[in-house]
């Protein structure tokens, strides 16, 4: 929908224009989503009432409903998807209830917002996009923010008093999955919590130090379960992984972040990864 309707003129027009444009998360709203109890019975009402109507009812659905909370109409994403479609059901919904025009009811923001945390916390953005087309969805990267406390940053920097160019050691596990397991391209599934590691390993290499601040080379790999679904698949996201970090000798402060990955795989196609961290 992003990459089509989404991202047609006229349909982003008529949405601003003649409706309050809402999308919900398939995963909120599951017994265990963090929708409240009065959010999925109000679904789940909106379901029963396209029953009844004998309109088209779903997960992966458009529906329009009115002020009153009366269902108007629906439609399958697959239909929904084509901009010529999705038109001509908006714009019969505006002459069939004779919808006033006006101004946007919230203004555009990004989707994708830095996560609120303590000052002494490394945030970083990550991004992580199909780059064949293969076995992933290609049309849009994938983002995520990842939050590392200060126990994260002494585990990236070794809890080093000092610094000297040839030294070398292995980060935890517990840090270095709280970065690796966001590496795989966009999927239905982003419940991370499901993905498992069968193997990962991260190291680093300080390049440089002058005593007061020092840059260390990151390098390690990754091999990890993420299935496509919410159900197992066997699919694998693989690869290395290739970066640095800036940090303070004594504090053990990370000042910059920036990691990529390298020659990645899944479900047949390749996928990149982005991250960095940001101030």
Known sequence: MRAGPLSNKKVVDLLNRYFVPVYTSNE???????ASKEEKAERERIFKAGYAAKKSVGTVHVYI????????????????AKPAKLIALLEKTVADLKVSGGEPVVKTHPQSERPACEADCL???????SLDGKGAWSEFPG????????????????K?????????????????????TYFYPATENNDVSKNHFLNQQLG???VSSDGKTARAKLAGNFRMEHSFYHKPDGKIAEGSVLGFIDFAPGTGRVTGFRMISDKA??????FGVAVRSID
């Open 65 to 80: 409903v009115a002020p009153n909370g009366d269902l108007v109409d629906s439609m399958h994403v697959a239909e929904a």
């Open 123 to 129: 945030t970083l953005h990550l991004t992580a996009r």
């Open 265 to 270: 795989t899944y479900a047949g196609g390749t």
């Open 28 to 34: 909120d709203y599951s017994s265990k989503g963090r």
């Open 160 to 180: 080093r008093e000092k610094a000297q160019v040839g030294d070398t050691w292995e980060i935890g596990p517990e840090t270095s999955q709280k970065i690796l």
């Open 143 to 158: 983002e995520n923010w990842i939050v590392l406390s200060p126990g994260d940053q002494q585990q990236l920097t070794g």
């Open 204 to 206: 680093a290499t300080v």
